[in-house]
């Protein structure tokens, strides 16, 4: 069991959702504290994982923490982070920040200077074990606690380093806003299928079914998903209809400007941000 006393500043969704990763994986709840000054939010972590601590006050879990995670929307970073500098100073916790568009060297400013920060960008289905997170590390960051930011992500699904901060913007527009991405395509697709005439909870079963075993598929083959799709498409057939009609809608640039829309989000929240 792994036991290194992690202190969410924030208990809000992603929070929970690598709360529950983690315990799931094996991690002491003991070993967790999550501080929230929203009632509500703190309920919930404590009826669904009752042994981890909750309090309302950030000070009494930074109290207990090596690793300091901040799980705060961006927006509010800063006067977050601020009034905890001394007490992160004292204590020099490892700094794992996961909000986005907030660079490393302006929350390592706000919490006082010379501290070991690592930027993630993890994702929602951290909760089931299935996260894909994006990290990297500033200068202070030394091996030891390399492994241990990858050790507390790899607990809730697959992680990769980054060797620039700069992309883990693109990481913030693929995958951690991805799973939006994933639920509207399976909306639709559940959507087209009650269209057709299946009852909704049949087309909502199926949709669900076909966008995991595609997954599954895809990460257990070796060919890529090209040929994977090929696969599925017969001369002459069904899918080469319906893959018409997506290629002629435009999916493809449909979704580089999706996702150049969430990258360019993070970069604006980067510029105004990092001048606090
Ligand atoms: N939701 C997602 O899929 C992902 C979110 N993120 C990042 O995670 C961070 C949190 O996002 P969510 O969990 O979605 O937001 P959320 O709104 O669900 O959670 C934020 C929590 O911070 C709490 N909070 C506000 N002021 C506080 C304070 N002074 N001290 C302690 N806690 C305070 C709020 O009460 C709330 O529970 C954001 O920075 C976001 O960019 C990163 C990857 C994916
Ligand atoms: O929408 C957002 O800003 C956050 C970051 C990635 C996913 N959710």
Redesign the pocket.
Known sequence: MLNENIAF?????????LIGGLVADGWDPCALWA????ED?RSLVSQQWPKVHVTPT?EEAIAHCEVLV?????Q??A??ARPLAAQVQARKPLVV??????PSEAIERWLGGDLAVVR?????PALVGSGATGLVANARVNEQQRDLAESLMRAVGMTVWLTDETQIDAV?ALS??G??YLFLFIEALEDAGTQLGLPRETARLLALQTAFGAARLALESDEDAATLRARVTSRGGTTEQALAVLEAGGLRDLMQQALTAARNRSHALADQLGRD
């Open positions: 500043i924030g208990a809000g969704n992603m929070a929970r959702s501080a929230d000054p929203n939010q950030n901040l799980a705060v929307k961006p509010v970073m006067q977050v920040s996961i909000a986005a568009g907030v993630g960008m993890p994702n929602t913030t951690g806003s799973p939006a």
